[in-house]
């Protein structure tokens, strides 16, 4: 068994992460890739994270169309700020000793890797996978190089943050998103202003 690992706020998942996903299943003829939203108390860049519920779903409805994408809720069960050394190891048991784990980056989150908490255990629970992502350059020069791969992904300047400010300032995010995370995103009135509603 092959098995991909996606980890990311997914706040909200867009298509950037469901291309970078698809093109390494593709090329590592993995037999699923599994996405896992982060757990909850985390704040990046001074702003609040929607509630782990509302992107366990929206990664759910995002992933629900491919036969090979699946989502899990160890970190967002087991709470607190997510290190990707305890995905992998929930992971790791849950799939056993027999799997193969892959663990599937964009190159901006590749470049902190050595910053990790238990940095040296991760190359031995996953092998590492950086995809390329417009506007940060991709090299695994300081990472060990039989650990890591790098694979071009096709381009899409999409990120969360754009996402949500789009929905904030009322522009469109069709086609960023799929359609079904549009639409929750709307019926749940997230990323709007507090007293926007
Ligand atoms: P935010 O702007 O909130 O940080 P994001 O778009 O970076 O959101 P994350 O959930 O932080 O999305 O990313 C999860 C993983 O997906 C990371 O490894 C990130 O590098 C990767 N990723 C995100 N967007 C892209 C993209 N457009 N192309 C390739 N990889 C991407
Ligand atoms: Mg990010």
């Given amino acids: 068994m092959r098995v991909g690992i996606m980890g990311g706020t997914f706040d909200p998942i867009h ?3 469901l291309v970078a996903a698809s093109e390494v299943a593709d090329r590592f003829e993995l037999d699923e890739v599994v996405f896992v939203p982060t757990g909850q108390p985390w704040q ?3 702003v609040a994270v929607s509630p782990a519920e509302d992107r366990y779903l929206m990664t759910v409805i995002a992933t ?8 899990s809720r160890v970190d967002i069960d087991r709470g607190g700020p997510t290190y990707t050394v305890d995905t992998l190891r929930d ?10 784990l892959f663990f599937i980056t964009g190159a901006d989150a590749l470049d902190k890797i050595l910053s990790w908490k238990d940095a040296g255990d991760l ?12 506007g940060f350059d ?3 020069e300081h990472l060990p190089a039989s650990t ?3 694979v071009q992904v096709p381009a899409m300047a999409i990120s969360s943050t754009d996402c949500r400010r789009r929905v904030e300032a009322g522009m469109p995010v069709w086609y960023l998103v ?3 995370v549009v639409q929750y995103i709307a019926k749940r009135g997230l990323y709007r202003k507090v007293g926007n509603n």
């Fill in 15 to 17: 298509h950037g992460h």
């Fill in 44 to 46: 990046k860049s001074d």
């Fill in 64 to 71: 629900a169309s491919n036969p090979r994408f699946t989502v």
């Fill in 91 to 100: 992971l790791r048991r849950a799939y056993g000793t027999e799997a193969d």
């Fill in 123 to 134: 190359f031995e629970l996953a092998h590492f996978i950086g995809v390329t992502r417009p």
């Fill in 138 to 140: 991709l090299n695994a």
């Fill in 148 to 150: 890591v791969s790098l």
């Fill in 178 to 180: 799929p359609d079904g």
